[in-house]
């Protein structure tokens, strides 16, 4: 198998697991009722497409809880704010730090191993930047580090802000990185 057949191969598999991490963060959208406002596919069809470019009708995908009411008592502003403000944050940071992880515990060191290189010498800039991220969130009490503010594919942090990502936010990062696997040579 050629080189390029190989590092497909890691990039497809790679994809994978970020779509079933995305997939834990679908099932908690569609467990609250900010799904509902969320997915309407006449307001965001971009963001369904650019995720699974390949699926024709991806509503069923998200729509796994077809059944759940929206709860009345709720204004869809209070219920945005519940959101952005609780699980969503923690949920969003954990699946950005388990796919820096998955980068570096395993796919880099295939990469690398495909390419005859010593890992370290594998490097690409969202990866760089998905690391601070990560220190952040992780070693800082999600504050960004002094370097998140030199971000130039994800969001920008300044110095000792909180790291905190809206769901467009989180699924235009989940976006530029999927894009970034697939342009990885």
């Known amino acids: 198998m050629s080189v390029e057949e190989q590092l497909s191969m890691i990039k497809s598999e790679f994809i994978l697991e970020i779509d079933e991490l995305l997939k834990l963060y679908l099932n908690y959208i569609s467990a609250t009722s900010v799904y509902l406002d969320f997915v309407k596919p006449v307001k965001y069809p971009w963001i369904i497409k650019k995720i699974w470019p390949n699926c024709e009708n991806p509503i069923p995908i998200y ?64 990866f760089g930047e998905l690391k601070n991220i990560r220190i952040s969130i992780t070693h800082r009490q999600h504050t960004a580090k002094d370097v998140c503010i030199k971000n130039n594919i994800l969001k920008k942090f300044k110095p000792g802000e909180k790291i905190i990502f809206n769901g467009y936010e989180f699924f235009d990062t989940i976006i530029k990185i999927k894009e970034q696997i697939n342009n990885l040579n």
């Open 63 to 126: 729509y796994e809880c077809e059944g759940l009411p929206l709860i009345a008592s709720e204004t869809t502003d209070e219920i945005y704010k519940k959101f952005e403000s609780g699980g969503h944050q923690i949920l969003t940071n954990i699946i950005l730090t388990q796919i820096y992880n998955l980068w570096e515990d395993k796919y880099r060191q295939k990469i690398a191993n495909i390419k005859n290189l010593k890992k370290d010498e594998v490097c690409y800039d969202i």
